[in-house]
Antibody
Framework: EVQLVESGGGLVQPGGSLRLSCAAS????????MNWVRQAPGKGLEWVSY????????YYADSVKGRFTISRDSAKNSLYLQMHSLRAEDTALYYC????????WGQGTLVTVSS | QSVLTQPPSASGTPGQRVTMSCSGS????????VDWYQQLPGTAPKLLIY???QRPSGVPDRFFGARSGTSASLAISGLQSEDEADYYC???????????FGGGTKLTVL
């Protein structure tokens, strides 16, 4: 079964850092482009970052550029999102989503930025 | 403020046909295909329509997508209570180099 499982979310103070992980099973993650998409509580979907199948190209939303870094590890069949300088407005459920059509989504991991 | 514009709500009675719109620009819908996602309450989004009008395996043919110019639409025929959900359109934006989403349309089955 094709599955994505996110982890690493939690409560962090403004200015803090977190590293999110997305573990893939049922398929080889390195053969797909991947994305992070977030959803603030009660709000719509917001794309965060994209990484190509060969780790290139990489793109970021303006709202996270310079603070977030997307990466992947083929050996671990995993995707990552390193987040620094977190702000209250980064509070959201973070999903990883597969491919050019976002055809598979994980269940999300909740990031709460608050003092 | 979402890059793609969707009406915030839509409604219909069981068996009816409902249509929801998604408006963009030349840098997204005018250039690239549109995907639609269904998000049932408390769950992750699910791909409903891709490349404008293609249905993934398992999606019933009651769901139909279309694109023209800088707009797209999603039609649902034979409305069922389980169709009550939030629906999002999305497209790749060549100016932003990223996915852009609509704000979502909340469908209520009366």
């Amino acid at each position: 079964e094709v599955q994505l499982v996110e982890s690493g979310g939690g409560l962090v103070q403004p200015g803090g850092s977190l590293r999110l992980s997305c573990a893939a099973s049922g398929f080889t993650l390195s053969t797909y482009s991947m994305n992070w998409v977030r959803q603030a509580p009660g709000k719509g979907l917001e794309w965060v970052s994209y990484i190509g199948s060969s780790s290139s190209p990489i793109y970021y939303a303006d709202s996270v550029k310079g603070r977030f870094t997307i990466s992947r590890d083929s050996a671990k069949n995993s995707l990552y999102l390193q987040m620094h300088s977190l702000r209250a407005e980064d509070t959201a459920l973070y999903y990883c989503a597969r491919g050019a059509e976002l055809d598979c989504w994980g269940q999300g991991t909740l990031v709460t930025v608050s003092s | 403020q979402s890059v793609l514009t969707q009406p915030p709500s839509a409604s219909g009675t069981p068996g009816q046909r409902v249509t929801m719109s998604c408006s963009g620009s030349s840098s997204n819908i005018g250039t690239n295909t549109v995907d639609w996602y269904q998000q049932l309450p408390g769950t992750a989004p699910k791909l409903l329509i891709y490349i404008d009008n293609q249905r993934p395996s398992g999606v019933p043919d009651r769901f139909f997508g279309a694109r023209s110019g800088t707009s797209a639409s999603l039609a649902i025929s034979g409305l069922q209570s389980e169709d009550e959900a939030d629906y999002y359109c999305a497209a790749w934006d060549v100016s932003l180099n990223g996915w852009v989403f609509g704000g979502g349309t909340k469908l209520t089955v009366l």
